[in-house]
């Protein structure tokens, strides 16, 4: 691809046919170019006169010296003063000019010292005017201020004093060559010549004494530990003393009230824990209750009445007494020596509920007059009776019968319901009838078996024997209603709903457990449902 | 005097002298004789800025050596 370009001369004829300007040709250019651009310099008379200001200039004072003796002064420093025309001038024209510093300030710059104008409002042309600044000077101040700053920044909150006497402005005006001092407001006038100024520093020893004897000294007050220290105290106080021991009355009388008293408590405990488990009974329920209620009252009668009666006939001796006082025969062998019923409520024994019937029988056998009022008191005595013996510890001198009626009577085994008893009989009865079928069974075959060998006549499998077979399975089957119960057990043997069964199977099946604040709530569960059952097998 | 490059791409390639001055219809004008085209059917553009006729190529800070997209209407 070729580019297509014009020369200049080309371009410029073109330029010219379509009525445009030519492009002026380089050489022509710069040349122009050079001619133009310097203007006329303007000559230092000119430039003089610009910048002079009412008619004064810098150079005007100067004496018209050579080049010579301007090198020759160039290095020696202008120790003689110029010999400036000073005129009069107007108030107005001089600057009023006050240095910002104070006096020891000043003391401190060294000789060369510069001092400029300090920044200010344009617009603010208040009545101090102009100040002169030396930049060291203003650093420092701002350090000093800076740290100060700081200080008070570490000390928060309790600054009471400052050290003001570094703030004084201390202001030096220069005014026409005569210099005026002003501390704290009392203005020392000197001559401009006097390169030592006296201060009056008394007025500033006044201010310094003033300041010492304000001054009160910031106590800090540390934060005593006294709660520590007093309970250190206390604690030594304790070791101290000798520990007093409290002689305990160990008369059973009193104990006994003790355990009276916590006995009604936990009645009471229990007969709320009682009515609020209720449930709120309707008013043919309650009449049911009502009924049964007295229903038993007058069987008791009823029996009381029988027992009068044969009162006068003697003593009835049936098979159940006899068994009943050979039981007691060899459990309380120790109860036949003993006389009188009443007496063993005084002795410690290990007598339980079930007992007590049988040795009122016992003390009918040998004293065949008053059995009913034995009974009788035994009867009232009962309740009370049974309780100081569950609050004894018992000796299991029985073995295992008196272990298991211990065990029930703490509600740790409840006692299985008849209807329980009943079909648990029925499941044993079942089982055994099946084993004995299958062992039936099992004794056929083997004789058919052995007969098939030797006889060829049982080739075919015999469909008479079948059949019989399951008649006979039918037959069994005929009044076979189980009771089929799900249920689901955690480890403890305590029964789960349904929730907690799917929980303890998932665990299981997953290989993980609750965790250990689960845990601790179950076993707390657990430990209050025992105490609860333990409650109500006491009341 | 600046020299300005317009490609059409398709084959056309002009390196025009003009001054910074010029207005782009004059530019147009010129690149027009060079190429033998219309100047009205001219389009130049830069990018995706297309130049106007009445504003110069100062305006447009055409410097020397700039390539200018040359486009057909």
């Keep these: ?35 133009a651009l310097p203007q006329k310099a303007p000559t230092p008379e000119e430039l003089i006169d610009q910048f002079k200001v009412n008619g004064y200039t810098l150079l005007d004072g100067v004496a018209e010296e050579d080049l010579d003796d301007w090198l020759s002064n160039l290095g020696t420093s202008k120790s003689q003063p110029q010999s400036f025309p000073v005129e009069p001038l107007p108030e107005e024209a001089i600057p009023k000019l006050s240095i910002n510093h104070s006096a020891r300030e000043i003391g401190t710059l060294s000789e060369d010292a510069i001092f400029t104008l300090k ?25 000093k201020e800076e740290i100060k700053e700081r200080k008070k920044m570490g000390k928060v909150g309790n600054v009471q004093y400052q050290d003001d006497s570094e703030d004084e402005a201390t202001e030096i005006s220069v005014l026409n060559g005569e210099t005026t001092i002003k501390i704290n407001g009392e203005v020392v006038e000197e001559e401009a010549e006097k390169r030592k100024i006296a201060f009056s520093l008394e007025d500033e020893d006044i201010v310094a004494e003033a300041l010492v004897s304000d001054f009160v000294p910031i106590k800090m007050k540390k934060a005593k530990k006294k709660k520590d220290s007093s309970s250190r105290k206390r604690k030594l106080d304790e070791e101290m003393q000798p520990v007093k021991l409290q002689k305990v009355e160990l008369s059973s009388n009193a104990s006994l009230e003790d355990d009276d008293d916590e006995l009604q408590a936990m009645l009471a405990l229990s007969r709320k824990t009682k009515q609020k488990s209720r449930k709120k009974m309707t008013p043919e329920q309650l009449a049911v209750e009502v009924r049964q209620i007295s229903e038993e009252e007058e ?8 027992m009068a009666a044969r009162k006068n006939g003697g003593l009835v001796i049936d098979a159940t007494t006899e068994f009943l006082s050979g039981l007691e025969n060899i459990t ?68 295992l019968s008196d272990t298991l009626r211990f065990l029930q009577s703490r509600n740790v085994i409840t006692k299985k319901s008849e209807t329980e008893l009943s079909r648990e009989k029925q499941n044993r009865e079942w089982q055994r009838k099946t084993e004995l079928m299958k062992l039936q069974q099992e004794i056929d075959q083997r004789v058919q078996q052995s007969t098939k060998i030797t ?29 089929v119960k799900l249920k689901y057990t955690d480890d403890f043997g305590r029964e789960l709903n349904t929730k907690e069964a799917f929980k303890h199977m998932s665990h299981q099946f997953h290989g993980t457990g609750p965790g250990k604040a689960k845990i601790d709530k179950t076993l707390k569960k657990i430990e209050e449902e025992r105490k609860a059952r333990e409650l109500a097998s006491l009341i | 005097m600046i020299e300005v490059i317009c490609n059409d791409r398709l084959g056309k390639k002009v390196k025009v002298k003009c001054l910074p001055e010029d207005t782009i219809g004059d530019f ?16 130049l553009k830069k990018g995706y800025t297309t130049y ?22």
């Design chain 1, 1 to 35: 691809m070729d580019e297509i370009s014009l020369s200049l001369e080309e371009t410029n004829k073109l330029r010219i046919a379509q009525g445009l300007k030519p492009i002026p040709i380089p050489t022509a250019n710069s040349d122009r170019e050079h001619t």
């Design chain 1, 299 to 306: 069987k008791e009668k009823r029996r009381v009445e029988k």
């Design chain 1, 455 to 483: 006889d060829k006549r049982h080739a075919k499998p015999n469909v008479s024997d079948d059949k019989k077979f399951f008649r006979e399975l039918e037959d069994r089957l005929k009044n076979y209603n189980p009771e």
């Design chain 2, 28 to 43: 147009k004008k010129i690149v027009a004789a060079q190429t033998g085209t219309a100047p009205e059917k001219i389009v």
């Design chain 1, 332 to 399: 309380l062998p120790e109860v036949e020596t003993t006389e009188v019923a009443e007496k063993r409520d005084v002795v410690p024994d290990i007598h339980t509920e079930e007992a007590i019937p049988v040795s009122i029988k016992q003390e009918g056998d040998h004293t065949e007059d008053v059995p009913l009022d034995v009974k009788q008191e035994n009867l009232e005595t009962r309740p009370i009776h049974f309780l100081t013996n569950e609050a004894e510890t018992p000796t299991f001198d029985g073995g």
């Design chain 1, 119 to 143: 920044d200010s409002n344009i617009l603010d042309e208040g009545s101090d005017g102009d100040q002169l600044v030396n930049a060291d000077l203003e650093a420092q101040r701002k350090l």
């Design chain 2, 52 to 73: 106007k006729d009445h504003i110069t190529l100062d305006d447009y800070e055409i410097h020397d050596g700039m390539n200018l997209e040359l486009y057909y209407a």
